[in-house]
Antibody
Framework: QVELRESGPRLVKRSETLSLTCSVSGDSINNYYWSWIRQPPGKGLEWIGDVSHTGADTYNPSLRSRVAISVDTSKNQFSLKMTSVTAADTAVYYC????????????WGQGTLVTVSS | SYVLAQPPSVSVAPGHTARLSCGGNNVGTKTVHWYQQKPGQAPVLVIYNDRHRPSGIPDRISGSNSGNTATLTISRVGTGDEADYYCQVWDSNGDHPVVFGGGTKLTVL
């Protein structure tokens, strides 16, 4: 059974960098693409970007200038960094298996609420 | 950019059938995936590639996609089906590769 778990600071100051890591168990990170998706409180889903085991990445154009997704195959983890955060970046951040231009997203991590404070 | 339109809410009586629509320009030429999200929980894939159910998803849940509308159908609706439902496609020709619909809140009366 594949499980994903997000970890990282839940409170980030405005203008600083949000950093999250997703730990994957039950599957090798070498086998798929992996994505980050976020959901502001009370709103819908927004895809942030994805990464393959080779490090090939694709991003939501709306966020591309501030986002980087990387992979660590030795730890079976992938990570998200988002710079210059504002209150609009306050959201539940989910990591999920899927991406690469065609695949569905399954399964999802439990999600972690990251709040941007002033 | 490509847009998927979902009605904000749908209500259905217990035991009846709910049909949730996902409209998009020629969405029938794309592959649609559906997710169920219950309050406080992560989304769960319920339909992939228009009509396929992951293991563990009951056959009361089905999907179809043609023309400008994809549809998620839930038969014999129960209180456990109350959730938000999101459709999703990949838009390789657009500037946003991944497109989610705005979501439909299914209420069981």
């Amino acid at each position: 059974q594949v499980e994903l778990r997000e970890s990282g600071p839940r409170l980030v100051k405005r203008s600083e960098t949000l950093s999250l890591t997703c730990s994957v168990s039950g599957d090798s990170i070498n086998n798929y693409y992996w994505s980050w998706i976020r959901q502001p409180p009370g709103k819908g889903l927004e895809w942030i970007g994805d990464v393959s085991h080779t490090g090939a990445d694709t991003y939501n154009p709306s966020l591309r200038s501030r986002v980087a997704i990387s992979v660590d195959t030795s730890k079976n983890q992938f990570s998200l960094k988002m710079t210059s955060v504002t209150a609009a970046d306050t959201a539940v951040y989910y990591c999920t298996r899927g991406g690469g231009g065609f695949a569905w997203f399954d399964p999802w991590g439990q999600g972690t609420l990251v709040t941007v404070s002033s | 950019s490509y847009v998927l339109a979902q009605p904000p809410s749908v209500s259905v009586a217990p035991g009846h059938t709910a049909r949730l629509s996902c409209g998009g320009n020629n969405v029938g030429t794309k592959t649609v995936h559906w997710y169920q999200q219950k309050p406080g929980q992560a989304p769960v894939l319920v339909i992939y590639n228009d009509r396929h159910r992951p293991s563990g998803i009951p056959d009361r849940i089905s999907g179809s996609n043609s023309g400008n509308t994809a549809t998620l159908t839930i038969s014999r609706v129960g209180t456990g089906d109350e959730a938000d439902y999101y459709c999703q496609v990949w838009d390789s020709n657009g500037d946003h590769p991944v497109v989610f619909g705005g979501g439909t809140k299914l209420t069981v009366l």
